[in-house]
């Protein structure tokens, strides 16, 4: 079974593309055999296009706290709330989301949804540290058009299945990816290694790309 692991971007470029892991289980073992980087969300939309079998774990939010889509009067149901929300800008977003949380009361200005807190994710609402909601504005759609399968809101194609993987879930599969050089690559190894550090992850993917040749890079991995 193909696997990928997707730390996603709502703005991909060369400096900063939505990052796919992609692995393949077998066997009950993991084995991550190599690194995508997507430069545009139009290859974004081709690996959403790959024959199947295949499960992907995807760096953003598919939907929206209840509470707020009640409040606002959206569409209840997924593929029609999305529908809703692409055709708004990134501007008319913006301005729903802030004008919603200025009429809420202090110390509840975000709604979140039911699996928010155990998963330790942020509210679909931020706009910023991280801007999920522009993350879910952007990728949301591309996953409906897509015609996959979204266990619980969209049946689509049961030989590629999605899910938003916020939280651990992802920092699981970043600390899989940057596995130092020379460790094992086992199953086993790897649930036994060590959480790995946001520095120590971008030192792994300097390493890993063209920006390794810069001095700035060099430096920042020096300094560990």
């Not at 299945?161 to 651990?168: L, T, Y």
């Not at 992802?170 to 940057?178: D, K, N, Q, V």
Request: charged residues 25%.
């Amino acid at each position: 079974m193909r696997i990928y692991g997707v730390d996603f971007t709502c703005a991909p470029r060369r400096g900063k593309p939505i990052t796919a892991a992609v692995g393949l289980l077998k066997n009950g073992a993991l084995r991550i055999e190599r690194i995508e980087q997507l430069a545009s969300f139009a290859e974004f939309e081709r690996l959403l296009a790959r024959p199947g079998p295949w499960v992907g774990g995807f760096d953003f939010p598919f939907s929206l706290p209840r509470e707020l889509v009640r409040d606002l009067g959206w569409p209840r149901e997924w593929p029609k709330l999305v529908a809703h929300c692409a055709a708004m800008s990134r501007l008319d977003l913006r301005a729903a989301l802030d004008a919603y949380r200025a009429s809420r009361l202090a110390g509840v200005k975000y709604a979140h949804r039911a699996t928010d807190l155990p998963a330790r994710s942020s509210s679909p609402m931020k706009l910023v540290n991280p801007p999920v909601a522009l993350m879910f504005h952007e990728g949301a759609p591309r996953v409906l058009a897509a015609g996959v399968q979204v266990p619980a809101l969209a049946e689509g194609d049961p030989r590629r299945a999605s899910s938003s993987a916020s939280g651990s879930p992802t920092r699981a599969i970043r600390g899989a990816s940057t596995r130092p050089p020379g460790a094992r690559r086992g199953a086993e190894s790897w649930k036994r290694s060590k959480p790995v550090s946001r520095s120590a992850y971008r030192c792994a993917w300097a390493k890993r790309s063209k920006s390794w040749s810069s001095p700035r890079a060099r430096q920042t991995c020096s300094m560990r």
